[in-house]
């Protein structure tokens, strides 16, 4: 059975961090590029990062305008998790997380499966 779960969202204050995980069940996370994204009620579904299958011929990790340089994305293969370091928080951060699965690494929400059911991050002081 294919299953996603993300978890390490909550509550912090502008400039803090928090460690967002994606834990596979029933397939193998490594084969796989693993994209988060992030919704705003009301505003468009954004593309966070992404990042490449470990077994394809191209490599890479990839991150939205609005991210880039303060989150970082990377796998444990061991744990079948993908993480999503997340520094520097901004209010504007503040959004429902969600990983899904695809074949390479994409910005196009329908190329995604396995979607997990999200995570609240939440930034304010």
């Known amino acids: 059975q294919v299953q996603l779960v993300e978890s390490g969202g909550g509550l912090v204050q502008p400039g803090g961090s928090l460690r967002l995980s994606c834990t596979a069940s029933?397939?193998?996370?490594?084969?796989?590029?693993i994209g988060w994204f992030r919704r705003v009620p009301g505003k468009q579904r954004e593309g966070v990062s992404c990042?490449?299958?470990?077994?394809?011929?191209?490599?890479?990790?990839f991150y939205g305008d609005a991210v880039q340089g303060r989150f970082t994305i990377s796998r444990d293969k061991a744990e079948n998790t993908v993480y999503l370091q997340m520094n520097s928080l901004k209010p504007e951060d503040t959004a429902i997380y969600y990983c899904?699965?695809?074949?390479?690494?994409?910005?196009?929400?329908?190329?995604?499966?396995?979607w997990g059911q999200g995570t609240q991050v939440t930034v304010s002081s």
């Open positions: 029933g397939f193998i996370l490594d084969y796989h590029a």
């Open positions: 990042i490449s299958s470990s077994d394809g011929s191209h490599r890479g990790t």
């Open positions: 899904g699965a695809a074949t390479y690494c994409t910005w196009t929400l329908s190329d995604f499966g396995s």
